[in-house]
């Protein structure tokens, strides 16, 4: 492959930004695949002993309750080919749109669909085999399209719709496996009513993605949407930081930590996504033109406010990628005072997307052992979630691990209100 397509393949996939003209800013072999493999091998997921029996493997389970085991970020994909009700913007089945036919097939690739079936039910069934242990569960993402303030829906600017009520018939099929959380647009007019739905159809919380959905966390439109969320205690995941992989309206601005004050302040439950590790953003605290600041600082200063204990957590999904790995990824490490507040999630299929985890980097770092780094690359090959998980049970920064509370998730999950009875008795 090419060294200019390569580079343009790492921004296609968000890589740090990385375009034909930052050649000077980054080093090339820094970002080439391990073992020069772009694409996953779809292996059988079932592990061969000596593997599924290493102590590496073993070992990442030791103190885990894996009833307490909830991937808390599963991105729900299909085709559309069958009821489901997906709908997949066409620029990403056109091959003359390099950026969203690349994505798309990348995507498609990590995810390994099994054959013989539909691409929805391939998906499925894949990731149904891929369970991290008895109880685990995976809690699948719908995706709503994009509105404007009006409440029109915008699906020009709309990457993909997965329906809710795909999601919610997916975890009744599979109780066992799968857990849902809606996609609600807050812009929309029925947004409160397509709320009380939704729960009363099992979801355990709300997706948003706001850089790439078009909605603004600190707009007063969102004020009556907060107001039910907080009412039945409901968690709002909330990507933070730039969006690169999804495309849709492109409002980056919206990706600011700092945004999702009017939500705290309201008392809504907030998990920000990949503990809003990307981009920059203004440092609206201090006005509208305050200076430009990582998202990740913003995102650690309002974890740092008392007020915000027990409503502002942070997932953990992507922390591992090559574009993070160093300072972010040591922090979250380190700051151990943050874990009860930390959530285990994968971001799946984005695991299985070969070129955007370097265990190469990991093992030169020192996050991990040469035998754990070959242990793990024979472990992505079979199962892209068990790699995930091992991964960031094993990273260790000057000997302090990720604590095992980041992985006990479930309860977070559990606490809105609609179903404190039923989790009691389960």
Same mark, same amino acid.
């Given at each position: 492959?090419?060294?200019?397509?390569?580079?343009?393949? *790492?921004?296609?996939?968000?890589?740090?930004?990385?375009?034909?003209?930052?050649?000077?800013?980054?080093?090339?072999?820094?970002?080439?695949?391990?073992?020069?493999?772009?694409?996953?091998?779809?292996?059988?997921?079932? %592990?061969?002993?000596?593997?599924?029996?290493?102590?590496?493997?073993?070992?990442?389970?030791?103190?885990?309750?894996?009833?307490? %085991?909830?991937?808390?970020?599963?991105?729900?994909?299909?085709?559309?080919?069958?009821?489901?009700?997906?709908?997949?913007?066409?620029?990403?089945?056109?091959?003359?749109?390099?950026?969203?036919?690349?994505?798309?097939?990348?995507y498609t690739n990590a995810s390994c669909p099994l054959p013989g079936m539909s691409v929805d039910e391939g998906f499925v069934a894949r990731l149904n085999s891929l369970r991290l242990g008895r109880g685990s569960r995976f809690v699948l993402l719908a995706?709503?399209?994009?509105?404007?303030?009006?409440?029109?829906?915008?699906?020009?600017?709309?990457?993909?719709?997965?329906?809710?009520?795909?999601?919610?018939?997916?975890?009744?099929?599979?109780?066992?496996? =799968?857990?849902?959380?809606?996609?609600?647009?807050?812009?929309?007019?029925?947004?409160?009513?397509?709320?009380?739905?939704?729960?009363?159809?099992?979801?355990?919380?709300?997706?948003?993605?706001?850089?790439?959905?078009?909605?603004?966390?600190?707009?007063?439109?969102?004020?009556? =949407?907060?107001?039910?969320?907080?009412?039945?205690?409901?968690?709002?995941?909330?990507?933070?930081?730039?969006?690169?992989?999804?495309?849709?309206?492109?409002?980056?601005?919206?990706?600011?930590?700092?945004?999702?004050?009017?939500?705290?302040?309201?008392?809504?439950?907030?998990?920000?996504?990949?503990?809003?590790?990307?981009?920059?953003?203004?440092?609206?605290?201090?006005?509208?033109?305050?200076?430009?600041?990582?998202?990740?600082? %913003?995102?650690?200063? *309002?974890?740092?406010?008392?007020?915000?204990?027990? *409503?502002?957590?942070?997932?953990?999904?992507?922390?591992?990628?090559?574009?993070?790995?160093?300072?972010?990824?040591?922090?979250?490490?380190?700051?151990?005072?943050?874990?009860?507040?930390? %959530?285990?999630?994968?971001?799946?299929?984005?695991?299985?997307?070969?070129? *955007?985890?370097?265990?190469?980097?990991?093992?030169?770092?020192?996050?991990?052992?040469?035998?754990?780094?070959?242990?793990?690359?024979?472990?992505?090959?079979?199962?892209?979630?068990?790699?995930?998980?091992?991964?960031?049970?094993?990273?260790?920064?000057?000997?302090?691990? =990720?604590?095992?509370?980041?992985?006990?998730?479930?309860?977070?999950?559990?606490?809105?209100k609609v179903f404190n009875k039923l989790d009691k008795k389960a």
């Amino acid at each position: 492959m090419q060294r200019r397509y390569f580079i343009g393949l *790492l921004g296609i996939l968000g890589i740090g930004g990385l375009s034909v003209y930052g050649l000077n800013r980054f080093k090339i072999s820094k970002y080439w695949p391990d073992n020069s493999q772009f694409f996953n091998a779809c292996f059988d997921s079932q %592990l061969p002993d000596e593997l599924a029996n290493h102590e590496v493997v073993l070992s990442a389970f030791n103190g885990i309750d894996t009833t307490q %085991l909830w991937d808390g970020h599963v991105h729900l994909l299909g085709l559309g080919d069958t009821e489901s009700g997906i709908w997949i913007n066409p620029r990403y089945s056109n091959p003359f749109n390099i950026k969203h036919y690349a994505l798309f097939h990348f995507y498609t690739n990590a995810s390994c669909p099994l054959p013989g079936m539909s691409v929805d039910e391939g998906f499925v069934a894949r990731l149904n085999s891929l369970r991290l242990g008895r109880g685990s569960r995976f809690v699948l993402l719908a995706f709503d399209y994009s509105y404007n303030e009006q409440g029109e829906r915008l699906p020009d600017k709309t990457a993909f719709h997965i329906p809710n009520s795909y999601a919610a018939r997916i975890h009744k099929q599979l109780p066992d496996t =799968f857990e849902w959380l809606a996609s609600i647009h807050p812009y929309r007019k029925d947004c409160v009513e397509a709320l009380e739905k939704a729960f009363i159809d099992g979801a355990r919380g709300v997706k948003w993605l706001p850089p790439a959905m078009g909605m603004d966390p600190a707009s007063t439109l969102c004020d009556r =949407f907060y107001k039910a969320m907080a009412y039945w205690d409901i968690p709002l995941l909330c990507h933070c930081g730039d969006e690169h992989a999804v495309s849709g309206t492109d409002t980056q601005a919206y990706g600011n930590p700092l945004a999702l004050r009017r939500a705290l302040d309201q008392g809504v439950k907030v998990v920000m996504a990949h503990c809003a590790s990307s981009g920059s953003n203004r440092d609206t605290d201090k006005g509208q033109n305050g200076s430009w600041t990582r998202n990740f600082d %913003l995102f650690a200063r *309002l974890m740092d406010e008392p007020r915000y204990e027990g *409503l502002l957590f942070g997932d953990i999904s992507g922390m591992t990628q090559i574009n993070r790995v160093g300072p972010i990824l040591d922090t979250v490490i380190t700051r151990s005072d943050w874990h009860s507040r930390l %959530l285990y999630a994968s971001d799946y299929p984005l695991p299985g997307v070969m070129p *955007l985890t370097s265990l190469k980097m990991f093992k030169e770092k020192q996050y991990i052992t040469a035998e754990q780094a070959k242990i793990l690359a024979q472990l992505r090959q079979h199962n892209p979630l068990l790699f995930d998980f091992v991964l960031k049970r094993l990273v260790q920064v000057q000997g302090q691990h =990720f604590g095992t509370a980041v992985f006990h998730t479930r309860s977070l999950w559990t606490g809105a209100k609609v179903f404190n009875k039923l989790d009691k008795k389960a």
